[in-house]
């Protein structure tokens, strides 16, 4: 079975971090470039999650902060997205640091629903990383 595509959604400071990680995890080949269709997705992909993401750390602030001990973290998701936009499969690429917090965001990021793929795209599966930066109040 072919692999999913791996699409880098990133903002400038995890950008090379997150590259980094993908490099060393069997991603030797140059990844062909991105259609217009597949750079449309990812940008809808990236808002999708990192505003689901948000909301929840915001609900969840207080706890967090009080039982983790965080009052900001950065981290990178990886996320496999079927066509119809379920989430998969989803792994930790850069840890918070706190073990407890990156199972919570794994919770979340796990029973998200993202838009499905459009019509022009025909892979099977997606492969994102998504990097997260999670402020307390």
């Not at 595509?5 to 140059?30: D, V």
């Not at 969840?60 to 996320?79: D, E, K, R, S």
């Not at 066509?83 to 840890?95: E, K, N």
């Not at 794994?106 to 930066?133: C, D, N, R």
Request: aromatic fraction near 8%; proline fraction near 9%.
């Amino acid at each position: 079975a072919k692999p999913p595509r791996m699409i880098m959604i990133s903002t400038r400071p995890l950008l090379a971090l997150l590259g980094c990680i993908m490099a060393t995890q069997a991603m030797a080949a140059e990844p062909p470039p991105q259609s217009p269709a597949m750079r449309a997705y990812g940008a809808q992909v990236f808002q999708a999650v990192s505003q689901q993401i948000a909301a929840d750390a915001a609900r969840n602030a207080p706890l967090i902060q009080h039982y983790f001990g965080i009052t900001g973290a950065t981290m990178g998701v990886a996320l496999i997205v079927s066509p119809s936009g379920q989430v998969v499969r989803d792994r930790i690429l850069q840890t918070s640091g706190n073990k407890q917090f990156d199972a919570t965001v794994l919770s979340w990021t796990g029973m998200m629903k993202l838009p499905p793929f459009p019509s022009a795209i025909h892979e099977k599966q997606i492969a994102f990383a998504v990097p997260y930066f999670f402020r307390g109040h």
